[in-house]
């Protein structure tokens, strides 16, 4: 059928009520601490850091209440992140967001969820993440000038073709560009703290003179600074999409989080203060590559070396975001969720194409028609919706279902504030300056109505559904998969 119903094995030994219904499985416990604080700061540090500050600073208006955002995005990410490590000790399965989502709340809003974070959150990520590339691969061929946006999309979809590429042709070739890209990104964010530490050193600090002089204090402009600086921060819940395969999860997830955040935070809080003290705020919020501008200010003949190194930077997050993009995809098919087609993979590459060429689809659609900072904002609006849903259902189980057994207790406070940063900055931005594609984007989360009562609350398959799922699988060679229980 073209859509799957997800089989059930109940157990005796269910950890909790929550789990009751799941299959159960035992997935290689193999990712300990460093292995956990390697992933989130690798995950987190992507392309943001070199797109995101010019826009922090816009919205805010001063260098001193820019860095506040940027410190208070780092605070909210480690409690969001807190929070998950108690959801990740309650319900221990991989699968994020939708995983508690579904187990909390139901089928209904974890099909909302999926549907909405495989057509349009994840191709928003890699269009965002693919855009800061394209902007940083083309900048050295326009120097003194903006690129071309008609250059800059290009650049953009042809790096997506080539991920799609890669990924769909080798997943060994993918986790190496992985791990050779992240050296790149760590050796252009300590090029640029150890200058900004130079210039410092020097008595450049003209920028930080009346620092918060012409702050901007409306109540949806400071959202929309969240959003752009909050996306930096994005992966701080990764973590979580890999539960089961964590040695020890109830000391791991805690601990990695109390590690890896607080050192992304400091970083991104450096970088920040050398490109203001290489540039001045309106230098800052001219320049449409800032990390090319700081190049070129402080590194002269060598400032290639920064675009080089953020290009292949960004290139190797997109891979990331490319490569552990099908995770949702499968787990929401395995519950009949989706649509068969997308958790298959190729029957020789044991890649998982059909979810890497819808999401390379829906990605080169946003691509071509908005620009970075819409799509951050689009991205960064329904994230947050489904983060406070998650956050609310960690505030109903330690209320209602205080006896469920925990490992780990995160300070009801914490998720409390989460909870209301979450509503703030969903509804900030809608009161303050509402916006046409806000509703289009709250319409589209509730057109899966029309698809979840026919096709899986009633269980309604049309026979050309199934017809379209033998043909894609004979043309894409693919077949089923299951989940590895060893």
Request: with cysteine; net charge positive.
């Amino acid at each position: 059928s073209a859509m799957r119903k997800r089989k059930t094995a109940d157990s005796p030994h269910s950890s909790t009520d929550l789990s009751e219904g799941k299959e159960k499985l035992r997935l290689k416990q193999e990712v300990g601490l460093i292995s956990g604080v390697s992933l989130i700061a690798g995950t987190m540090i992507g392309s943001g850091i070199f797109m995101s500050p010019e826009w922090v600073l816009h919205h805010m208006g001063s260098p001193a209440s820019s860095l506040l955002i940027w410190a208070a995005c780092g605070l909210l990410a480690t409690f969001g992140a807190l929070s998950y490590a108690e959801l990740g000790t309650i319900i221990k399965e991989s699968g994020g967001e939708y995983i508690y989502i579904l187990r909390i709340f139901g089928s209904f809003p974890a099909f909302l969820f999926a549907y909405t974070s495989v057509i349009l959150v994840r191709p928003a990520g890699l269009a965002a993440v693919c855009l800061s590339f394209a902007e940083y691969a083309v900048a050295p061929f326009y120097p003194g000038c903006s690129s071309p946006q008609v250059v800059v999309k290009c650049t953009a979809a042809a790096c997506i073709l080539l991920l799609t590429i890669i990924n769909c042709l080798n997943v060994r070739l993918a986790t190496s560009i992985m791990n050779i890209f992240t050296a790149a990104k760590l050796l252009a964010l300590l090029v640029i703290v150890v200058g900004g530490l130079v210039l410092l050193a020097k008595g450049q600090t003209q920028s930080f003179q009346n620092a918060f002089q012409n702050t901007t204090a409306g109540v949806g402009t400071v959202g929309v600074a969240f959003y752009q600086g909050l996306w930096s921060y994005d992966g701080w819940n990764n973590l979580n999409y890999v539960t089961e395969e964590l040695k020890k999860p109830e000391v791991t997830l805690p601990r990695a989080v109390m590690i890896a955040i607080p050192l992304v935070t400091c970083l991104y809080l450096l970088v920040n203060v050398s490109y203001l003290a290489a540039m001045t705020p309106s230098e800052l919020l001219s320049s449409r590559a800032v990390a090319v501008t700081w190049g070129d200010k402080v590194l002269g003949s060598w400032a290639w070396l920064i675009s080089l190194s953020v290009a292949l930077s960004t290139f190797g997050s997109s891979n990331g975001t490319f490569f552990s993009g099908g995770r949702v995809c499968y787990i929401a098919a395995t519950e009949g969720h989706m649509p068969d087609i997308l958790s298959m993979a190729h029957v020789r590459r044991l890649t998982p194409s059909p979810a890497l060429l819808f999401t390379s689809a829906m990605s080169l659609i946003m691509i071509m028609s908005r620009s970075f900072t819409s799509i951050v904002n689009f991205f960064s609006f329904i994230a947050w919706l489904f983060y406070g849903m998650t956050i609310s259902g960690l505030l109903y189980l330690k209320i209602k279902k205080p006896e469920l057994p925990r490992s780990y207790k995160v300070p009801i406070i914490i998720p409390i504030i989460v909870l209301m940063a979450a509503v703030y900055l969903v509804l900030a931005p809608i009161i303050d300056q509402p916006q046409t594609e806000i509703l289009y984007i709250v319409l589209f989360i509730f057109s899966g109505i029309i698809l979840y009562f026919p096709l899986v609350r009633f269980k309604c398959h049309p026979r050309f559904l199934q017809r379209v799922t033998l043909h894609l699988q004979l043309f894409l060679e693919v077949a089923p998969t299951t989940r590895d229980a060893n």
